[in-house]
Structure formats: C-alpha cells, structure tokens
C-alpha cells in the first residue's frame, strides 16, 4: 500500500553536508499523509526523532540539530527532505524515512533505512 524509497545517505567528513531524500508512493486511493519525517538509530542506540513536518508545513526538530538540519516536503510528489550541514559525528546511523497517513485512521510507515556516517 505504501512504500518509502529512500535516498542521500553515505559517508561524509564532520562538518560536511548530506541530503536525504524519501518519496512515498501510494498504492491506496483516498489516502492521505498528515506527517513526513526521518528518524535516525544510532549505534547501541534506540531510534530518536529527528525531524518530522505535516501536510501544513510545521515541523518538529530535535534540539541536538535544530540550525544544521532543514526538513522540506512536497505535498503534491509525496516526497520528504533532510538537508543536514554542519554534520557531526554524532549525526552517524541509519537514517528512516517516516509516513503517518491513512484512508480513516493513521497508521505509521517507515522506510528501509540509510547509513550516514560522519567520520572525525
């Protein structure tokens, strides 16, 4: 019904640049995405929050990269982008496109996955 292809990750020196990319298709008519996001899960880690952004534009990013990420969306090509600068080697780990969307109800949705590795 939904599927998240994903797209940007590889390895980059601190202090370089990364763009993500994930575009949703939907298989599913009348179905309609509230929010769009990336999650990411470092290693030994549990997978946080790093940025997500609704149909209506506002966005919610960690404070750990708020001034070095920016998220963008466009509604009309179900497509969702991480611009990440200023990157840290903190910032390595499997970055996870997330959809939450539905016909009646909400349900969640996530990508496959892409590394980011930031190396010092």
């Known amino acids: 019904q939904v599927q998240l292809v994903e797209s940007g990750g590889g390895l980059v020196q601190a202090g370089g640049s990364l763009r993500l990319s994930c575009a949703a298709s939907i298989s599913v008519s009348s179905f309609s995405i509230n929010v769009m996001g990336w999650y990411r899960q470092a290693p030994g880690k549990q997978r946080e929050l790093v940025a997500t952004i609704t149909s209506r534009g506002s966005t919610n990013i960690v404070d750990s990269v708020k001034g070095r990420f920016t998220i963008s969306r466009d509604n009309a090509k179900n497509t969702v982008d991480l611009q990440m600068n200023s990157l840290k080697p903190e910032d390595t780990g499997v970055y996870y496109c997330?959809?939450?969307?539905?016909?009646?109800?909400?349900?969640?949705?996530w990508g496959q996955g892409t590394q980011v590795t930031v190396s010092s």
């Open positions: 997330y959809v939450r969307g539905g016909r009646i109800s909400y349900n969640d949705y």
